[in-house]
């Protein structure tokens, strides 16, 4: 199943919901960063909910960063997605390895961490992008993401996200949902989405039984008339280029230039989010520093 985010609203105007089905961008984050099965899991949840979450935005080119600090040993995971739903990602120790949970599953908090901070970034356009912050629940992803929208956004949310990691260390499933409550939404409508986030179980196993993201939202909206807003397919992509790590180098300035230069003869720069690596010989490098 191709990657893709459907999104939903009820009837009566008092649900909106976003489902993804991910195997594919988790996978290949997975493959670049080389991840071990408890960071492959951290990163493919933030990335998902990083992908739902930019798609909610209205401008082309908005974006919008989800960074968990969390203290623990995979250190900052960092997610970048676009209007488009299209996401890049990284974390910052992907060979981490620790026991299972008391649960036995993979310990996606433990290695996360509980002592720090979600931050979310959204670039509307505005001359300023709105920042908002929030403390870590548990790690989990899902858990910290229901708690930032409550807190910092006021929307009432049901945020589900999973990674089923396969004996071969890749992705076998992935996938989740964002429920959230409109303004207006009373008890009664609260009751029914609760009786169907109850209902639906696990997503890792809903989407290693081959279940679509709109079956899924249906399955949890069952006691609501659903309106298909759109289906969009997703990926994971970076739009890193020799362009933008040219006005990253010269934002460094002239003298921190003309420094590498004269020490190092030139420098080579490995996009954090793809690995892709940009060489810059001596030449370049005060061409560069020309332009300052």
Avoid: W
């Avoid at 191709?2 to 984050?29: F, H, L, W």
């Avoid at 960063?65 to 488009?84: D, H, M, R, W, Y």
């Avoid at 939404?185 to 039984?209: C, H, L, M, N, P």
């Avoid at 079956?215 to 909206?221: D, G, K, P, R, S």
């Amino acid at each position: 199943m191709a990657d893709e985010i459907v999104r939903v609203i009820t009837s009566d105007g008092a649900v909106m919901a976003s489902a993804i089905t991910g195997r594919e961008m988790v996978e290949q984050a997975r493959q670049i960063h080389n991840t071990t099965p408890v960071a492959t899991a951290a990163l493919g949840r933030a990335l998902m909910g990083a992908s739902m979450m930019g798609n909610q935005l209205k401008g082309e080119d908005n974006s919008v960063t989800v960074q968990f600090k969390g203290g623990g040993p995979l250190g900052n995971i960092t997610c970048v997605a676009e209007a488009s739903g299209d996401v890049r990602g990284y974390v910052q120790n992907p060979k981490v390895m620790l026991p299972l949970n008391d649960l036995q599953k993979l310990d996606v908090g433990g290695a996360v961490g509980r002592d720090g901070t979600l931050t979310v970034i959204k670039d509307l356009g505005m001359r300023e992008p709105y920042v908002g912050q929030v403390p870590l629940v548990s790690g989990e992803i899902a858990e910290d993401l229901t708690a930032y929208f409550a807190t910092s956004e006021q929307f009432p949310t049901a945020c589900a996200l999973g990674v089923l990691v396969d004996t071969d260390l890749s992705v076998k499933a992935a996938g989740g949902y964002l429920i959230q409550l409109l303004p207006g939404a009373d008890d009664a409508v609260i009751d029914k989405v609760e009786r169907g986030v109850r209902k639906s179980g696990y997503v890792t196993e809903q989407f290693a039984g081959g279940v679509t993201p709109l079956a899924l939202v249906q399955e949890i909206l069952s006691e609501f008339e659903v309106e298909v807003l759109e289906t969009i397919p997703v990926a994971y992509r970076c739009d890193c280029s020799r362009e933008r790590v040219s006005r990253a180098l010269i934002s460094l300035g002239k003298q921190e230039l003309e420094d590498i230069v004269r020490e190092q003869g030139g420098c080579t720069l490995s996009c954090q989010f793809c690995g892709k690596e940009y060489a810059f010989s001596g030449a370049e490098l005060r061409q560069l520093a020309g332009q300052l």
